[in-house]
């Protein structure tokens, strides 16, 4: 598999390079992401007015494709405002606070039920269903919201979609193109998965443990890309909104119910992605607007028109500092293609895949050497913010490093792990936004906190791999 690199690879991977050197430093990368944008579009048209146009368009691309979760963010937030001035939200989470009485507690809570419901769902509506309601119960028994993003995050977007055994989309596409079955790349993805979501929840819970003895956590600065809001159920104004107490229990029954009810229509009719999350969304909607009549009575139809500028104040706020990072991200992939009118070689599968043949060519082919090129190909195709672009080329990677048909299982579910770690939700800023939005916290410090705990876990799942092999 032979492919040609062109100046547009390096230098999108030189930003690249550059990018992740600021955001180490913690300094805001938007100036630079904008520079990358217009250097790639010089390239991509030779004119410099393409090269401007670009950046507007860049924009609006990596807008509609994060669309959806702006809007389910929005409708979230807007939802919880609601029900927090009305003290609905007091009386739902009251039954939960008997078995969560400890930060401890509420951090493996989160994180196992996260895993659960994104094994059946995906994590971009688990994040909703779980946040909304047990977020503010663990921010009362002393977890940060940072700890709670972290938890909803590593088990969601980490352990349940990299291993994705309900579903089983991403484990179909590596071994179909890797050439082997299914069920191989699960089983040996077990291991695997254990391994590496046991390092990095372990690793992030000891970190986040020694912060708070410390009394650190959450005193970091934030840059003035970063989102400074609060954690939307946690620590709005108090302005508090009469609702008697009959209404409040019966509301406080019937929102868990009507999620329950959206829980088993997801599973009876098999939703997924995308359709849980409008299922979720349009739920949220249906309840804010109920609520808000009850309480507001005769001013309900303007009171829900402004809870909702509330929650895409919020959402738009939230996204507002990544839509120009995911736009330079997204010219890895497809966008450059869509915007530019495809100026890559042919048989390019886009810059960041190739940049991922490319490292595969460089090494000898051997079981051990595989295994960790295997790690750092999958690493690097997920950079786009996506896990699920690039692994189809892993698995056609791993069939070329297999040096026996039992290693190509392993090393086609080891370049999976790292692809969707990475790519899926735990590294990549935009990436995150879910589980940070709903915690109110910077999708960048979340990343940043992710950083140490997921590389590590790589490390020490790629050297389980190489013992497998």
Known sequence: MNIQLTALHYVYLAFIILIIAVMIRRRDTTIICVAGIMTIGLLATETLSGSVAGIFSSFIYATKELLSTIFIISIIVAMSRVLIRTGINEVMVTPVTRFIRSPQVAYWGIGLIMMVVSLFFWPSPAVALVGAVLLPVAVRVGLPPIGAAIAMNLFGHGIALSGDYIIQGAPKLTADAAGIPVTSVMTASIPLVIVMGTVSTLTAFWMLSKEMKSGTVGTEPSSSSEVVSTSPPANLPVQRQALSPRLQKAFALLIPLLFAVDVILMFVLKLQGGDATALIGGTAVVILIAVTLAAHRQAGPEETTNYLIEGFQFGFKVFGPVIPIAAFFYLGDAAITELFHNPLPEGSHGIVNDLGVALAGLVPLNDT????????????????????????????????????????????????????????????????????????VSPFELARRNLKPVLLGLAVTTIVAIFLI
Not at 388 to 396: A, D, E
Not at 406 to 431: C, K, M, N
């Open 369 to 440: 050497v595989g295994a960790i090129t295997m790690t750092v190909t999958g690493a690097v195709t997920g950079m786009d913010g996506s896990g699920f672009s690039g692994i189809s080329l892993v698995g056609s990677i791993a069939s070329m490093f297999a040096g026996s048909a039992d290693s190509a299982p392993v090393l086609t579910a080891l370049g999976q792990v790292a692809a969707i770690w990475v790519g899926g939700g735990t590294l990549i800023p935009w990436a995150l936004i879910p589980a940070a939005a709903i915690c109110g």
